[in-house]
């Protein structure tokens, strides 16, 4: 440390100990097969893109479920999961669209956010009928269940919905293409 020169194998001489030595540890960070390089930002962009989804689902589900809890007592549990999803959707578009696919939030977009989760809606809400009618479940625990069951869709949906054509993670990855284009509506987001 005192020199500042010490010998450390760098990103390619661990990723060709890995590869080529066959160190049969299963870690081989930094290698790639030949030609993924152009693959691998974007990646790595749609990786990020999906933690950040799966953040913002878990405190939606969070405040879905809180919602339904306090409205729950007061009401039938398929009208308190109505009210619940829709103040949680609401946080969820602000969320998505400036955290997780970090685009500037539209009424277009805020029109078309709760008709793009109509999907998640009726997964979540027949789910929520089967476990509860048919499975016996618990009416406080069955919502968090039928909740999970239903983010692959919300997932997909609220992408194609909150993302311009042409943009996504791949292309966030590589930056805007000028100003005025589609993907000028990316944007860094002041949250990340």
Same mark, same amino acid.
């Given at each position: 440390?005192g020199t500042?020169r010490?010998e450390?194998?760098?990103?390619v001489?661990?990723?060709?100990?890995a /590869?080529g030595?066959g160190s049969g540890?299963?870690s081989a960070e930094? =290698?790639e097969?030949a030609?993924s390089a152009?693959r691998?930002?974007?990646?790595r962009?749609?990786?990020a893109?999906?933690?950040r989804?799966?953040? /913002?689902?878990?405190?939606?589900?969070?405040t879905?479920?809180?919602f339904?809890?306090?409205?729950?007592p *007061?009401?039938p549990?398929?009208?308190a999961?109505s009210?619940a999803f /829709?103040?949680?959707?609401i946080?969820s578009?602000?969320?998505?669209?400036?955290?997780?696919y970090?685009?500037?939030?539209?009424?277009?977009?805020?029109?078309?956010?709760?008709? =793009?989760?109509?999907?998640?809606?009726?997964v979540?809400?027949?789910?929520?009928f089967?476990l /509860?009618? *048919?499975v016996g479940?618990?009416e406080?625990i069955?919502?968090l &269940?039928a909740?999970v069951v239903?983010?692959p869709f919300?997932?997909?949906?609220?992408?194609?919905i909150l &993302?311009p054509?042409?943009?996504g993670?791949?292309?966030?990855a590589?930056?805007?293409?000028?100003?005025?284009?589609e993907?000028?509506?990316?944007?860094p987001?002041?949250l990340?």
């Amino acid at each position: 440390m005192g020199t500042g020169r010490e010998e450390r194998p760098g990103p390619v001489g661990e990723a060709g100990r890995a /590869v080529g030595e066959g160190s049969g540890s299963g870690s081989a960070e930094g =290698a790639e097969p030949a030609g993924s390089a152009g693959r691998s930002p974007a990646l790595r962009a749609r990786l990020a893109e999906i933690i950040r989804f799966g953040l /913002v689902g878990g405190v939606n589900t969070g405040t879905f479920f809180g919602f339904y809890l306090l409205l729950h007592p *007061w009401m039938p549990y398929l009208a308190a999961n109505s009210i619940a999803f /829709v103040l949680s959707m609401i946080g969820s578009f602000f969320l998505n669209t400036y955290f997780t696919y970090r685009t500037r939030p539209t009424w277009k977009k805020f029109a078309l956010f709760p008709l =793009a989760n109509l999907t998640n809606f009726v997964v979540q809400s027949t789910g929520l009928f089967v476990l /509860v009618t *048919w499975v016996g479940m618990d009416e406080r625990i069955a919502p968090l &269940v039928a909740a999970v069951v239903a983010i692959p869709f919300t997932y997909l949906i609220s992408q194609r919905i909150l &993302v311009p054509r042409g943009t996504g993670a791949a292309t966030a990855a590589s930056g805007p293409s000028g100003p005025g284009s589609e993907t000028d509506e990316r944007q860094p987001s002041r949250l990340a």
